[in-house]
């Protein structure tokens, strides 16, 4: 099966039985160990609604060197499932194995922290995404003003009032 041919398969599965057939014949055509393909298989898993996250998560452990996109998706899908805290301990697995998160792996992490209202975690996210200077990133600024929000320390913006007149004309 080409790499395109394959792709296409994978972005068509519509159910889980689909996807375990594609993922045994790159096991079978010893095609695991392709980044682009794998980091397929581990978002349809963790990320669609016909997914698994379970089955992705066991992709994810046979992955000798997951690259940080592979990271984010893990980290993206449980932020998205009934237990977002994981992504906190796949956060300080991915910083123990030497790897520096992008700004796409801040929005996420903040996400989780608004859903369980964990400010001082949060907080800490926030430091970390300064720190590795993402501190500008859309994604970053929008995650953590609902966070801040959410957690009573900002005030949603259409509750600020002007702080000065109308403007003369």
């Given at each position: 099966?080409?790499?395109?041919?394959?792709?296409?398969?994978?972005?068509?599965c519509t159910h889980m039985n689909q996807l375990r057939l594609i993922h045994a014949k790159m096991i079978r055509n010893h095609e695991i160990e392709d980044v682009l393909k794998v980091s397929r298989v581990i978002a349809f898993?963790?990320?669609?609604?016909?997914?698994?996250?379970?089955?992705?998560r066991r992709i994810f452990a046979l992955i000798k060197s997951p690259n940080i996109?592979?990271?984010?998706?893990?980290?993206?899908g449980y932020v998205q499932s009934s237990n977002p805290s994981e992504a906190f301990?796949?956060?300080k697995k991915l910083l123990s194995k030497g790897l520096i998160p992008n700004n796409y792996t801040f929005p996420f992490l903040l996400k989780a922290c608004t859903q369980l209202v964990y400010l001082n975690i949060g907080s800490s996210i926030h430091a970390s995404t300064i720190k590795y200077g993402f501190e500008d990133s859309d994604a970053f600024i929008q995650t953590a003003l609902a966070m801040y929000t959410v957690g009573g320390i900002v005030r949603?913006?259409?509750s600020f009032k002007p702080c000065c007149g109308e403007p003369h004309g």
């Open positions: 099966m080409s790499n395109f041919s394959l792709l296409q398969h994978i972005e068509r898993c963790a990320l669609s609604n016909y997914g698994s996250l379970d089955y992705a996109y592979i990271w984010n998706t893990i980290i993206r301990a796949l956060y949603p913006f259409h």
